[in-house]
C-alpha cells in the first residue's frame, strides 16, 4: 500500500457563516496523480484552499505526512513543501518571466533533484523563448504555464493544482497534461480539482468525485470515469 503524502479526515470548512465542505475524508498517495472531479462549485477548489490554510476549518484535520498543518498560516505550509497553483493564474504582471521564476524560488540544501530555472526551461520550452516578456504580456495558457513553473521553483514535495485545464486552448492543455505526467514519473505528488474528465483520464491514476461538499466516491480513475451514471449525474460532460 501507498504511503500517504496528503490526508484530510473529516473536513468541515467555512466562509464566514457559510459552511462549504461537509465531513470530507481524502487520502493522496505519495508519488501519484489524484484528482478531485466535480462540476463548477462542488467544493473542488474548496477543498485545496483548505489544505492551504485559506478557508477556515472548524472540524477534522490535514496531515501532511506526519504533520498535522490543519489551519497553520498558508505562507507555513508552503515552506513546509506544498506547492499551490490557484485557477486564478496570478502572475506578478510587472516582472519578467524569468523574474516570476526568481521569487518563487526557494533552495533546500538536502533536496535532491532541486528545480533551476534551466530544468524549468527544459520542462517548459515555451517559456524559454520568452523568458524576458513581462508576465502580463502572456497569454492565458502561457501564464498557467507560468504558474506551475514557478511553484516548482520552490521544490514542492506535493502539488495542488485548481483547475489546470480551464479555458485553455487544446494545444495548451495537451502541454500541461505532459507537463503533470513527467512530474508524476519523478516522483511529485499531485493533487488537482477538474471539471475536464478527459484531461483528468490523460494524467491522473486516482479520482474522489465531489458534490456539494461532500466526496461521494473514490478509486481508481478509470472505474469511475467508465461509469455512465456517475458521469450524467456529477460530473461536466
Excluded: C
Amino acid at each position: 500500500m501507498n504511503e500517504m503524502a496528503l490526508r484530510l479526515s473529516g473536513i468541515e470548512a467555512y466562509y464566514g457563516s457559510a459552511q462549504a465542505l461537509f465531513g470530507i475524508d481524502l487520502d493522496v498517495p505519495a508519488g501519484a496523480v489524484t484528482v478531485l472531479l466535480g462540476r463548477n462549485g462542488a467544493g473542488k477548489s474548496t477543498t485545496l484552499k483548505a489544505v492551504m490554510g485559506l478557508v477556515d476549518i472548524r472540524t477534522g484535520r490535514v496531515f501532511f505526512g506526519d504533520w498535522d498543518v490543519t489551519n497553520a498560516p498558508s505562507y507555513r505550509i508552503a515552506q513546509a513543501g506544498l506547492g499551490y497553483v490557484p485557477e486564478t493564474r496570478r502572475v506578478f504582471a510587472s516582472l519578467s518571466v524569468e523574474e516570476n521564476l526568481i521569487v518563487g524560488e526557494r533552495t533546500d540544501a538536502a533536496a535532491e533533484n532541486v528545480w533551476t530555472r534551466e530544468r524549468i526551461f527544459d520542462l517548459f520550452p515555451p517559456l524559454a523563448a520568452i523568458r524576458k516578456r513581462l508576465a502580463g504580456q502572456l497569454s492565458g495558457g502561457e501564464q498557467q504555464m507560468l504558474t506551475i513553473a514557478r511553484s516548482l521553483m520552490g521544490n514542492p514535495k506535493i502539488v495542488l493544482l485548481d483547475e489546470p485545464s480551464e479555458g485553455l486552448a487544446p494545444v495548451i492543455v495537451q502541454q500541461i497534461a505532459v507537463t503533470i505526467q513527467t512530474l508524476s514519473a519523478e516522483g511529485l505528488t499531485v493533487l488537482l480539482s477538474e471539471q475536464n474528465v478527459r484531461f483528468a483520464m490523460h494524467v491522473a491514476s486516482r479520482a474522489a468525485v465531489i458534490e456539494r461538499g461532500r466526496i461521494l466516491l473514490e478509486g481508481p480513475i478509470d472505474t469511475i470515469a467508465a461509469d455512465e451514471g456517475v458521469r450524467s449525474a456529477y460530473l461536466t460532460p
